[in-house]
């Protein structure tokens, strides 16, 4: 069994915190690597942090970088995304995946249900 299960979305003020959980079922936390993704509603979606759980590298777009940090717990197959200063722009789904990361490009490959956040006073 593969799957990738998302949690922790809500509503949220301006400048607020989430922490968004990835229960990993299937894929190792060593041998693959994990983003999340970013769908604002009408737009694409977009790679927002990525990790490399092998060796703990990751990567950030730049709308994430300073303000959002991904994290693994192997023990608990989980990925994290602490997001930090919310704005309202980052109001939509955000989805867990399995992904192909550089400092270019986050690609998805398996992908999970996803969870809503949204950014509102």
């Known amino acids: 069994q593969e799957a990738l299960v998302e949690s922790g979305g809500g509503l949220v003020q301006p400048g607020g915190s989430l922490r968004l959980s990835c229960r990993v079922s299937?894929?190792?936390?060593?041998?693959?690597?994990f983003a999340w993704f970013h769908q604002a509603p009408g737009k694409e979606r977009e790679g927002v942090s990525c990790?490399?759980?092998?060796?703990?590298?990751?990567y950030y777009a730049n709308s994430a970088r300073g303000r959002f940090t991904i994290s693994r717990d192997k023990a608990k197959n989980t990925v994290y995304l602490q997001m930090n200063n919310l704005k309202p722009e980052d109001t939509g789904v955000y989805y867990c995946?399995?992904?192909?990361?550089?400092?270019?490009?986050?690609?998805?490959?398996?992908w999970g249900q996803g969870t809503q956040v949204t950014v509102s006073s």
């Open positions: 995946a399995t992904a192909f990361c550089s400092d270019e490009d986050m690609v998805g490959d398996s």
């Open positions: 299937g894929f190792s936390l060593d041998y693959y690597v």
């Open positions: 990790i490399v759980s092998s060796d703990g590298k990751t």
